[in-house]
């Protein structure tokens, strides 16, 4: 198993409102999240931090989050306390008003693999060199391509794209969609919307299909091209390999 994730910038925006993670408990269990923040005089970073932040501390005070079952109520009750504290912190900072955060995360154990996200960044699997979104975008278009009024290439220009409908900190209550997964996968991957925006599927597995690259060489070479792109907004990648031999 390898892990390593990366957070960068960008090429337009002058800070980082992201944040990423992953995590391993002492039953060899893992946790990636990535946060992707939103808000005024820097509320998004806050909002970010606190995801990664609340996740990792219950984490790593967890021996082993226990059954499917237990871990799907654990990631949902999580999200509840998360969605809970942004909101609490926005009453007590009026300046923060108005900011929240995406989340996408993936749990893998020895016997599962879940995912679970709001708002618009994407966890995929990889497998045999092909690259497979799991989540769904909490966005306007992706409603409108979901009901038949867009095409996914008209989405991808659409004026509107970046409207979320769903993000942590935006009401009282917080939904997390979760996805049960074949854990039968050669990687596991985590991005905020910088890297999708920018990248399609294609250009995304083409990195890592390069054997000849580390696992850091190639979340790298992802952010890279990303900024020669255009690198219009935060890009955050969390990425693990699951050597050959592994899943025996």
């Known amino acids: 198993m390898k892990t390593f994730y990366l957070t960068d910038s960008g090429k337009v925006r002058d800070h980082n409102e992201d944040s990423v993670i992953i995590l391993k408990n002492a039953n060899n269990e893992y946790l990636l999240i990535v946060a992707d923040g939103m808000g005024g005089?820097?509320?998004g970073e806050v909002a970010?931090?606190?995801v990664v932040n609340h996740m990792g501390k219950r984490f790593s005070e967890?021996?082993?989050v226990g059954s499917k079952l237990d871990a799907i109520n654990w990631m949902k009750d999580n999200i509840s306390e998360i969605n809970k504290e942004i909101l609490d912190h926005t009453k007590t900072h009026p300046e923060a008003l108005g900011?929240?955060?995406t989340t996408v995360m993936a749990l893998?154990?020895?016997e599962?693999?879940?995912?679970?996200?709001?708002g618009d960044s994407s966890g995929f699997v990889y497998k045999n060199g092909k690259l497979t979104k799991v989540t769904n975008d909490h966005t306007l278009v992706n409603l409108l391509v979901t009901a038949g009024d867009l095409t996914e290439e008209e989405a991808k220009y659409h004026p509107k794209r970046n409207v979320l409908m769903k993000a942590l900190g935006s009401s009282e209550k917080a939904e997390l969609d979760v996805f049960d997964v074949d854990r039968n996968v050669d990687g596991i991957l985590l991005c905020s919307d910088g890297l999708t925006s920018m990248l399609t599927k294609e250009q995304i597995e083409k990195v890592l299909n390069d054997e000849e690259l580390e696992i850091e060489e190639q979340v790298?070479?992802?952010i890279r091209k990303s900024n020669a792109r255009g690198g219009t907004d935060n890009i955050s990648v969390a990425y693990l390999s699951l050597e050959s031999g592994e899943e025996e």
């Open 99 to 101: 900011m929240g955060t």
């Open 48 to 50: 970010s931090s606190i």
């Open 41 to 43: 005089h820097r509320a």
């Open 112 to 118: 599962y693999l879940l995912f679970g996200n709001i």
């Open 108 to 110: 893998l154990t020895d």
């Open 62 to 64: 967890t021996n082993t």
């Open 220 to 222: 790298i070479k992802l």
